[in-house]
């Protein structure tokens, strides 16, 4: 079973460019979400989604957005690039109603803003 | 709201010691507990959850926690630590919302020094 599968695994933007950070799952979960990890952070929620067609925001939705066209995949876009957007993104899914199932997560995406 | 503390962001034990890494909650509604583990540039694996009844929840790589209401602790253990266990450790909690919204610790680095 693959999994969570994001791509690409690394990507250098500069300032104000668009990219889209891909994320797909082969376990029919209901749930999917975004986090970003940065040092002493920890893993912050960005987006997720309970569903195909349902979307709702975080704890730092602010410069993504977020769709949900299918169960498999869930994009993440970021629409201008800031330097502050420099993190490490973590794609996430798991069945929702089973409230102490775990968290899938994929390999992560290296992003650097320059 | 809930949320999740770590004591101690880098914890170093010998080889063979005791690992106890700390983690204490913060929910209004009764919690469902996991501890993840993340070697270096990898993504998040589950060690364990907590599900309610057994207090004592044993995961992968001899690792186990106690969930202590009381305390509101659920803290992570191993009787012996091994190399292999190097990684960084989060602590995670969700509550009985209908899906699984994750709010994650910052995270504890275990270094393990032969």
């Known amino acids: 079973n693959a999994g969570v599968t994001q791509t690409p695994k690394f990507q250098v933007l500069k300032t104000g460019q668009s990219m889209t950070l891909q994320c797909a799952q082969d376990?029919?979960?209901?749930?999917m979400s975004w986090y970003r990890q940065d040092p002493g952070m920890g893993l912050r929620l960005i987006h997720y989604s309970v569903g195909a067609g349902i979307t709702d925001q975080g704890e730092v939705p602010n410069g993504y957005n977020v769709s949900r066209s299918t169960t498999e995949d869930f994009p993440l876009r970021l629409l201008s690039a800031a330097p502050s957007q420099t993190s490490v993104y973590f794609c996430?899914?798991?069945?929702?109603?089973?409230?102490?199932?775990?968290?899938?997560f994929g390999q992560g995406t290296r992003l650097t803003v320059v | 709201a809930q949320s999740v503390t770590q004591l101690g962001s880098h914890v170093s034990v010998s080889e063979g010691a005791l690992v106890l890494l700390r983690c204490n909650y913060s929910s209004s509604v009764p919690p469902y507990l996991f501890w993840y583990v993340q070697y270096p540039n990898q993504g998040l694996q589950l060690l364990l959850k907590?599900?309610?009844?057994?207090?004592l929840v044993k995961g992968i790589n001899g690792f186990e926690a106690e969930f202590k209401k009381s305390e509101t602790s659920f803290h992570l253990t191993k009787p012996s630590a091994h190399m292999s266990d190097a990684a960084e450790y989060f602590c995670a909690v969700s509550y009985s919302g209908g899906y699984q919204k994750v709010t994650f610790g910052t995270g504890t680095k275990l270094q393990v020094i032969p």
């Open positions: 907590y599900t309610t009844g057994a207090t």
């Open positions: 376990m029919n979960h209901e749930y």
């Open positions: 996430a899914s798991s069945f929702s109603g089973v409230e102490n199932t775990e968290a899938f």
